[in-house]
């Protein structure tokens, strides 16, 4: 099964990523929200050149999905790269607190700085940036203290630009969730289309759950699925699309859409466990 690229890029998505370039002068901080399953195929390759030296907050959402071992090599690697990562569970509220107040230590520093040019002192502006479905909208409704946007498990819920004020010392830009006009890197695609970060209509069930098995069976995994689906198979010997194939014919009266539909739902809904799909580069 030779899998189409995975490129997605709807007309709202264009729409934001020009009105958000247009608001980052305005902005004083910006949260960069990654997925901690893959925080590197979730990492938008030109944030860092669109806010130049502005001050970056890297979040790792979705902490939970992952074992405690994994987030520490994650935490070891990006203090390596001299960046402090903050770990959250916006569903559940873990880490949202140690996110505040990062962003109002960046308030002292830019009031420091208004004070010093007789200007008066004003909230922190912080934006939001990363991938449609990594839990931006959870997290802002987490720092607002309640629900003021919308939160689905769907990636392109957020269409539009909007402040929304979290407390006295901060403001924050909620943008809808960007990505790379094209994807270059079909591997890290994949990884995105496994975890939801990107829309339905970008990706074939069958080839991405394909993809996720072979990624399963290579990071070591495969008990899990032996378990899940109640199935024994020989690793070396067995492909994603053979994965798929077989349990179908066993399971689910040859119907390859329901089985791969069923890996992904498995895997997004954390029903197969902690499983990060990346760790760190040696």
Known sequence: MSAPPIQWYPGHIAKAEKQ???QLGKVDVVLEILDARIPLASHHPQINSWIG???????LNREDMIPEAAKQEWLGWFQSQSEQPYFTNAKQG?????????????????????SDRGMRPRPVRAVVIGFPNVGKSALINRLVGKKIVVSERRA????QLRWVKIS????LLDAPGIIPWRLENQHDAIKLAICEDIGEASYDNQVVAAAAIDLLIKIGYEQVLR????FDFEPTETTGESFIQDVSERSFKGDKERV???VLHDFRT???????LELPPV
Not at 96 to 107: L, R
């Open 168 to 171: 006295q010392e901060i403001e």
């Open 227 to 230: 378990s899940r689906f109640n």
């Open 94 to 114: 873990k880490g949202i607190n140690t996110i505040k107040s990062a962003a109002q230590k960046t308030g002292i520093t830019m009031n420091q700085r208004r």
């Open 53 to 59: 030296t502005k001050p970056k907050i890297t979040v």
């Open 260 to 262: 791969a539909r069923q």
């Open 156 to 159: 392109g819920v957020t269409r």
């Open 20 to 22: 958000l370039k247009e």
């Open 270 to 276: 954390g029903n197969m466990g902690k499983i990060p």
